[in-house]
């Protein structure tokens, strides 16, 4: 039985920040750790006490956590960055909440001695010898202690503490990753083991100069001792303990969006009964007006909840090679039950979402093709842009004349002409851009042309066939990617205001070209009337794209591409990387490092010294058998990751990358990591250092076939569109989702009139088929019957 565990966060904003520079204000950042792992920064707000990030991510982590970490930094040019405060929060209180977290927090001082990670190897043995005692500790080693020094490292050692005796072991310098082995032996009497006190184990980084730096602590009750005489294995280390102030509110707030999803995740043929009913519903649809799990899903659903239902059934029917047909079932059933075609899809929808998740889930690739080169080169040129007379500022425009400051007419004239300009390439991309289309996205478009021409056949209602696919097409996916890059990963960081506002008007006129200019000088915003011209042109154009796009014979989609988000040819990820050379060990970093252009699908992971250098090296992704992070003291290098892979003749290779930040850095872990996650050899443990000057940076161990000193994270990812099809996770979504509504369900068919309606479940089929599905998957997995997540 697998567990699944994903985390999902939105660092939302902050406010009443200290001023930490002298100009009386701040540039803050947000850097979040999952145990005291780095796995996101947000962008730096400038000059800002009430900073707004609305940054989210989700992480995928099969092996659970502990703490979950928000440190609020204000970005210095010169010098040392400063820590402002954190937020911490606990696996356990996450998991309290099971419709998630959505607060302001207040932000504690950050102490030392409770910034503490890793795990000791341990083995505890009470001895019994007549009227003589004696507590033997067998300390064998730790790994991913903090690193306490200024050289990225520590000095530790480890002391063993009851009842006022105490044992050292000897220290071990530079090092996180220390092994003793040593034995400590505390001489007791009989009476000095009450079973209420606890055996403590400390771990300390040694100074010369000041006092000893606190690494962490294990505490082991007495009682345990006297019930297992010999106690052995990993224990992770603890702070002290100390109350953390949050000085009252005076260091500031952070408004934090939090939830925690577990799931057990049973073997595959406990959820086939229901796979067998979800494909069924699209496989012999029923009348539109009668029930299928697919329209009790729509009625047990939030609308907060219906996004990611829509994205997991997406999912499955991908896995089932029937996304089609079950996006052709939802539409059907939208379209017939629209009496105003005005309204049509206008709704949030699990025919809406579920198309909208489609388009992400297999468009992605193509989306990125056709819009990415643009926005590049709207961020690049930073261009001051404004229409609306309101927002415009005189004392900003001096840049674009040698003349001084310009006119509001002037300014208005220069705006048009580069969002005309930015919109000619935009909509001469997408125009172009149709043999570039998914066949997939196409042949589900062509099936919604389709139903909404039999539904509205009348001449008035010519333009609503085309409405609903370019309501989906450009307002629902391309007007979106433009307003917000980052989000549809068209940019590591959001745009800076200005940026931001240019990107706003795009966004609009994009969405009116979507909108056929039906709709145009009915809004407030009469201030885009000079834009009308270009956007009714437009039109024309976006009428014959749509029908070029849907001119596709569904029998020539081969099946490859109805079940995968991504053909294993494809590149999902590609990028500037720096690669460190094979015979580098002598170098200096900057000659050490190499520039190259690398390229990841799931197949291989290849790289050249340009995007059109024509010899490329590659490595087989079924090589892969770790992706992970670098020590700093390594090659006291930051941002650094280590791509390991086995030969035909089992021996271990690795390849060092640097990444210019820590979010590229974690980008490509998660996704050299998704494309290997099915291999067969993945290792369990690593290396985080280098084997240098005869032994290992990180344990020091000067055997370099020695095994790893740290565990692998090969299934630690973070979630977005590229994800691999999981079917059984995804299908215990969908069943813990039923769950939930069933008492809904039962209340609704066991109503004294029972009427057919379109929206209720008051047919009387309704709950058997529930019943059935919850029956064939309930034998074995009584657990999941409540859908709150278990704690540990």
């Known amino acids: 039985m697998a567990k699944n565990t994903s985390l999902y966060f939105r660092i939302v904003e902050g406010r009443n920040l200290p001023a930490k520079d002298v100009s009386g204000t701040s540039d803050p950042y947000c850097l979040v750790k999952i145990d005291n792992e780095v796995v996101a920064r947000t962008a730096t707000v400038w000059k800002n006490l009430n900073p707004f990030w609305g940054e989210e991510y989700t992480l995928h982590l099969p092996m659970g956590f502990h703490t979950l970490s928000f440190y609020v930094i204000d970005e210095d040019t010169i010098g040392h960055d400063d820590v402002i405060g954190k937020v911490s929060l606990s696996k356990e209180t996450i998991a309290a909440q099971s419709k998630g977290l959505d607060n302001w927090m207040n932000l504690t001082r950050v102490d030392p001695d409770e910034e503490v990670q890793g795990e000791i190897h341990l083995g505890l043995e009470l001895l019994r010898d007549g009227p003589r005692m004696a507590l033997r500790c067998h300390v064998i080693e730790a790994r991913d202690l903090a690193p306490r020094d200024i050289s990225g490292t520590s000095d530790p050692f480890a002391r063993i503490i009851f009842n006022n005796h105490s044992a050292e072991t000897s220290i071990i310098k530079k090092t996180r990753f220390p092994h003793w082995d040593e034995l400590l032996e505390l001489e007791l009497e009989a009476e000095e083991l009450p079973e209420e006190k606890c055996v403590m184990l400390e771990v300390w980084d040694w100074d010369m100069v000041g006092k000893n730096d606190f690494l962490g602590k294990v505490e082991i009750p007495m009682a345990c001792l006297q019930r297992t005489p010999l106690l052995q294995g990993w224990f992770r280390l603890l702070p002290l303990g100390n109350t953390e102030d949050d000085a009252g509110g ?99 929808s699990l025919a809406s979402k579920a198309m909208e998740q489609f388009m992400k889930a297999v468009g992605m690739l193509y989306l990125h093709e056709v819009l990415k080169p643009i926005v590049n080169r709207i961020f690049e040129e930073k261009k001051y842009i404004e229409l609306d007379p309101c927002k415009i500022e005189l004392n900003r425009t001096r840049r674009i004349s040698f003349k001084g400051s310009l006119s509001e007419a002037e300014v208005r004239e220069s705006s048009l002409e580069l969002l005309q300009a930015y919109l000619s390439d935009i909509m001469a991309s997408i125009m172009s851009s149709v043999a570039q289309c998914p066949p997939v996205m196409r042949v589900a478009f062509k099936q919604l042309h389709k139903r909404v021409e039999e539904q509205f056949p009348e001449p008035e209602n010519e333009d609503v066939k085309y409405l609903a696919i370019s309501g989906f097409f450009f307002l629902r ?78 029998d020539n989609v081969p099946e490859a591409h109805q079940r995968a988000v991504f053909l294993p040819s494809v590149t999902v990820k590609e990028g500037y990387l720096h690669k ?165 369900l039962r209340s609704v068919s066991m109503h004294p009139y029972p009427v057919r309606t379109n929206s209720a479940f008051s047919h009387a089929l309704a709950l058997p088929v529930i019943s059935e599905g919850a029956k064939r998957l309930g034998t074995d997995c009584s657990h999941l019957r409540d859908p709150t997540p278990p704690k540990l």
């Open 580 to 744: 460190r050379k094979a015979e580098g060990g002598q170098l200096l970093p900057r000659f050490a490092f190499k520039k190259r252009y690398f390229w990841l699908s799931s197949e291989a992971l290849s790289y050249a010294k340009t995007p059109d250098w024509q010899v490329r090296s590659s490595i087989p992704i079924q090589r892969i058998c770790a992706v992970e992070r670098v020590d700093e003291n390594a090659f006291q290098q930051q941002n650094m990751m280590q791509v390991i892979t086995q030969d035909n003749d089992g021996q271990l290779h690795t390849m060092y990358i640097q990444c210019k930040n820590v979010n590229e850095l974690n980008q490509w872990l998660s996704a050299i990591r998704k494309a290997s996650i099915y291999n067969e050899r993945m290792l369990p443990s690593f290396h985080p250092g280098a084997f240098r000057s005869g032994r290992w940076t990180c344990c020091l161990q000067s055997d370099r076939t020695v095994l790893g000193c740290s565990r692998t994270h090969s299934a630690v990812t973070l979630g977005d569109w590229s994800d691999p099809l999981d079917p059984d996770a995804e299908t215990q979504t969908i069943y813990k989702q039923l769950l939930q509504g069933r008492d809904m």
């Open 250 to 348: 005076k260091l500031g707030a952070l408004r934090l969006k939090i939830r925690l999803v577990e799931d057990r995740i049973l073997p595959s043929m406990y959820y086939q009964p229901l796979i067998d009913l979800l494909v069924e519903s699209v496989i012999s649809p029923a009348e539109v007006e009668d029930t299928t799990p697919l329209t009790m899903l729509e009625e047990v659903t939030t609308v907060e909840s219906r996004q990611d239902v829509a994205m997991t059934l997406v999912k499955i029917y991908l896995g089932q090679g029937l996304v089609v047909p079950f996006l052709d079932y939802l539409n059907t059933r939208e379209v017939h039950q629209t009496s105003d075609p005005n309204t049509l899809f206008r709704s949030n």
């Open 477 to 554: 996916f391309f007007a979106p990617a433009i307003l917000t890059p980052k989000l549809f990963n068209l940019r590591d960081l959001h745009a800076d205001t200005r940026t931001s506002r240019t990107l706003l008007l795009l966004a609009k006129a994009v969405q009116s070209i979507g909108n056929l200019g039906l709709q145009l000088g009915h809004g407030k915003e009469q201030w885009m009337t000079p834009l009308h011209p270009f956007i009714l042109r437009s039109v024309g154009s976006v009428r014959d794209f749509l029908d070029k796009l849907i001119d596709i014979d569904n």
